[in-house]
């Protein structure tokens, strides 16, 4: 039935995504009378001691790259579904997680981490270019972790900086950023698990509303509602005041360096509502998104922008870095005002080159979101070379 299912669901998706779930099925299949790990999974939970699959991530950001391809027309809507809501989008998780650890030993990409007065924030390089990361009261030796999707690679920089995880503080459901909070929640029994309550997080035990606060140690970090991408989606500020440094925005599938997340979940009216969120911090905030997507997203800019010099500026320095296989994380929010479009819908050079001009009622905002979803669609459909 599952097959079934899987295959009407994918009819004309694009035989690349129709072979990896055939393969997913043919072994789930198989292996279906040695393993209950390939039990229907209908929720992201499963009551305590049955034995389920260790989580692993879809890169669902990569998932339609077809040019001219919407992903959420009807068949990406059920792709979606099928991804978000059974056991098939787990299991797919699963062979991405075993894929990337075999291709990237020790990470995608280099990272450094910052450290300010009694804080540190380490970025971990997970799957084949998303970032968790650790946020450590360096004073107390506690840690917070931000969408652990890979167990593995983040209990390793636990016990490397010798500090107790305390915290799981997730911006989505999406596997490739919840996928570890059964492991780290499991290993470490008093770590909890924050959240937003609409988005079906994986191992939730603190549900979290637009601008709470959880506190460890010194560090005091808010939750920002910024529905679109899902319905739930949650980002989470540090607050720099207690190190006397900056604030640090730990941005989940919301905002990339140079871009912003699809609009699974939502509409243009209320991504462009999330991003006006953050573009209310102040401009030294530190940028740390959940993907390293820097050199393609600055490609898609100049598209857009082809005279904008700060983009330029930044396209050769994260060309550098990438040459070298180095994370381009963080930037800032006043740099990502200077060349990010999906920050820029107020431009008047960006609304005469793609905009419908004002609303019919003279609604700026409405012409905002006109914009945001044109950037948007044409986003979808560029390629880089």
């Known amino acids: 039935m599952a097959a079934v299912v899987a295959a009407t669901a994918l009819k004309g998706r694009g035989a690349r995504n129709a072979r990896v779930l055939r393969g997913i099925l043919a072994g789930a299949t198989a292996n279906k009378a040695s393993h209950n790990r390939t039990r229907a999974l209908q929720s992201h939970s499963s009551p305590e001691g049955k034995e389920e699959p260790e989580p692993l ?157 959880v506190s460890v140690g010194r560090l005091q970090i808010q939750a920002l509602a910024t529905p679109g991408h899902t319905q739930g989606h949650l980002v989470y500020l540090l607050d720099g005041e207690p190190y006397k440094g900056p604030s640090c925005l730990f941005s989940g599938d919301l905002l990339f360096l140079s871009g912003c997340g699809r609009t699974f979940e939502g509409n243009a009216e209320t991504m462009l509502s999330s991003l006006d969120t953050v573009l209310g911090l102040g401009d030294d905030t530190l940028l740390w998104p959940g993907h390293e997507y820097a050199e393609e997203n600055l490609g898609f800019a100049g598209v857009v922008e082809p005279e904008n010099l700060a983009r330029e500026r930044k396209m050769q320095w994260v060309q550098r870095q990438r040459l070298e296989r180095k994370s381009t994380c963080p930037s800032t929010l006043g740099e990502e005002r200077s060349y990010n479009p999906f920050l820029r819908t107020h431009c008047l050079a960006l609304q005469e080159a793609l905009g419908p001009g004002p609303g019919p009622t003279g609604d700026d905002d409405c012409s905002r979101a006109q914009l945001l979803e044109e950037l948007r669609r044409l986003k979808d459909m560029h390629k880089s070379k």
Not at 177 to 199: E, K, M
Request: proline share 8%; glycine share 6%.
């Open 57 to 213: 991530s879809p890169e669902l950001e990569y998932i339609p790259r077809k040019r001219g391809k919407n992903p959420m027309k009807a068949v990406g809507l059920a792709w979606y579904s099928l991804y978000t809501r059974t056991w098939l989008g787990y299991l797919f998780y699963r062979q991405q997680l075993r894929r990337a650890r075999n291709r990237y030993p020790k990470g995608h990409s280099k990272t450094q981490p910052r450290l300010f007065n009694g804080v540190k924030v380490l970025p971990i390089p997970v799957l084949s270019d998303n970032y968790s990361y650790l946020i450590i009261d360096t004073q107390a030796q506690l840690a917070v972790a931000v969408d652990p999707s890979d167990p593995r690679a983040v209990q390793a920089s636990i016990e490397k900086e010798g500090v107790t995880l305390v915290a799981i503080l997730c911006t989505h459901k999406h596997w490739d950023h919840s996928g570890g909070n059964r492991d780290l929640s499991r290993r470490h029994r008093d770590c909890r698990v924050y959240g937003s309550p609409q988005d079906g997080i994986p191992y939730l035990t603190h549900p979290l509303c637009h601008q709470d606060v």
